[in-house]
């Protein structure tokens, strides 16, 4: 491994999911420098839905690089950030947001989407919610709760409040009324409201539509709806949190579309929409938002870059030309089909499986500490890449949108595998 001393100098912040050192990729499958292939099933943390190097986009990025790769948006426009704003009406869940801006990364995103939201309303708080995940950076980690290591040791921005978020499975806390939403969860917002941040003080709400780093979590139908119109009451804008959940990972271009489909104020979009290339992205309303943001009061050196922005073109062509979201319902049916038929619940200690597309979360019994990891271990050893989610025991799926069904099967087999195996030590262990 001597070819590879700069390992050392690396930052051991990064908690590690493996330590392969990955030489090419192509589709779903991960090649490493010692030409072990894995499917993999993280696709770097839902950003490449596209599949790892899809031809199309590695062309257009191509082809970009060699007009201009930087293009700075204070000073120049590109062709491709230009062409990328008209693209955009076209996927977005309402028609009301059709002013964009181009920033970097999820984190940093959501900052701005704040920033904005805050300037408009000249109000301070921000409600968000328990197990939710916006990013690490300092703003960012003060909206995010999904785990405590992203704040350990750091300081947080004051003026944000937690309520509770809809937890529809086993795991919910409170007995479930007929089956249906007890609507603590809303009941939790108003509480925060009435006793923590007053309407007048608060700006937005900041919601993931499907909680990612809180375990692939899925709201009952109609919170959306209710916190839509707690907004509306109070004149507190609505921010969705589309980082992990948008780009066609569930089906449709974003999670909303199949969650009461209500009117965000502002939309965070990042991760698949360039395919893996840095871009992220804020979308509001012009006349009612983006156009009072104080001219020159945001920005930032790279956000908007041309080779993005050409990439980010060419990832809404390809999803929209091959098909990709009707590919990512029917892969994540195949998914949960399997586990039915397999009878996991039965098998293993498995508490709750849900998903919506490719976004699909396997929870275990918390009673098995350990056991969601050791699961991913073994199914590494075996060639397949998962990962977990959050602080309890979950997995989750979030294979590239170009999945195929007997890719989909090779994964569904090995994980089943993993499991019987890994269930067999803990077993042989407790005994
Ligand atoms: N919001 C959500 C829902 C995310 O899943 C993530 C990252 O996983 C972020 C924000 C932060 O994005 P980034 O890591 O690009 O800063």
Redesign the pocket.
Known sequence: MSQFSGLKSLSPVWSRVTNIIAKEARGSWITDVNGRRFLDFTTG??VCNTGHCHPRVVAAAQAQLSKIMHAQMNIVYSQSAIELAEKLPSIMPDPSLNRFFYTN????A?EAAVKLAKQVTRRNNIICFEN??????MG?LSMTASKNVYSRGGGQIAGVHFARFPRCSSSCRIPKVDGQCCWDPIESVEEVLKTRSAPGDTAAILV?PIQ??GGYVIPPPGFFKKLREICDREGILLIL?????GMGRTGSWFAIEQLDHVRPDIM?V??GIASGLPL?IVCANGENLMDKWIPGSHGGTYGGNAVSCAAAVETINVLREEKLLQNATARGKQAIQFMKDRKWADRFPVKDIRGLGLMVGVEFDPAFKGFASHVTTTALEKGLMLMTAGSKETIRLMPPLVVSESEMDQAMTIMDSSLNQVLSKTSKMAS
């Open positions: 943390i839902a990364s999820g984190a940093e959501i939710s995940f916006h990013g690490r950076t960012a993931e990612g780093e949190d589309e980082v992990q959940s965070v990042a991760k992220s």
